[in-house]
């Protein structure tokens, strides 16, 4: 007689593609290794990328964006605010607010306070 065993569940490998400035690859690596090795080594964003440090609503955005695979005109259409408007908020040089953070959180499929 034949006894069902329960198999093990395998993870699933999954390839990530990142774009990175090249003096971050490094960085990217040894993390990447960590994580293989079975590390408990963690890297905060503020030392990944300092760059984006006080940029956190402009990278959301355009992060969110980009989930959504959005064309910034896209989503200008979308949610009626000007394309020049959503790009100069993801270059941080318009704020976001909160009427527009709902806005875009609704086409963007997001909590608008992450974009605040």
Do not use: W
Request: proline share 3%; with cysteine; aromatic share 6%.
């Amino acid at each position: 007689m034949r006894v069902h065993m329960k198999k093990h569940p395998t993870e699933e490998i999954v390839t990530v593609t990142l774009r990175v400035p090249r003096s971050k690859v490094l960085l990217l690596r040894q993390y990447a290794e960590s994580i293989k090795a079975g590390d408990e080594k963690n890297f905060s964003i503020a030392e990944t990328f300092p760059e984006y440090m006080g940029k956190e609503q402009e990278v959301a955005l355009r992060a969110y964006r980009n989930r959504e695979g959005l064309t910034q005109k896209r989503l200008a259409e979308m949610t009626g605010i000007p394309q020049h408007h959503i790009s100069e908020m993801e270059n941080g040089k318009r704020s976001i607010g909160k009427e527009r953070a709902k806005r875009l959180a609704e086409a963007l499929n997001c909590d608008y306070r992450r974009l605040l």
